[in-house]
């Protein structure tokens, strides 16, 4: 496996996400689409299944949106507790809405995500990361509506 780059070696933080950043993150939200459209168009003994496959994907998400910001901490020269706990908080979030079920669990997930955005919002901008908040916003977007779609289905299906 290459080495990663050094500190010295990383992008200016006001650079804009790649075309690849781009592609996989449009492509990370394929198992969103596809949980919330396998609720509502597959046989109902399918649907549990699909139910919890994008719950367990949008923890997972989740969880990684909060380990971004070990990843901002650890560059900065001081102790970043707020920054710190904050990354944690996301994880905690998503396992309680697996542990929730649906459709609680997708409302939980549905407020993590928006929660997640809110928070890169505010440090992203302080960061000098906002080139990227296009991207989060769309992807934040997309992500939500599918799983606010997922627990609809199981109210109405």
Not at 80 to 98: C, D, N, T
């Amino acid at each position: 496996m290459p080495a990663l780059p050094s500190s010295a070696a990383l992008p200016s933080p006001s650079q804009a996400p790649s075309p690849l950043a781009w592609g996989l993150g449009l492509a990370g939200l394929i198992p969103f689409v596809a949980g919330a459209a396998l609720q509502w168009f597959t046989p109902p003994g399918w649907r549990m299944l699909a139910a919890s496959a994008l719950l367990t994907y949008g923890a997972v998400i989740v969880s990684f949106l909060g380990g971004i910001h070990w990843g901002l901490a650890m560059r900065q020269a001081e102790l970043q507790a707020p920054r710190l706990l904050w990354g944690v908080l996301p994880s905690l979030l998503g396992w309680l809405a697996v542990l929730l079920d649906s459709p609680w669990g997708h409302a939980l997930l549905v407020f993590s995500l928006l929660a997640c955005y809110a928070v890169d919002r505010a440090s992203y901008r302080a960061l000098g990361l906002s080139a990227w908040l296009p991207l989060r916003a769309l992807l934040t977007a997309v992500a939500s509506v599918s799983v606010a779609l997922g627990a609809l289905a199981y109210w109405l299906t």
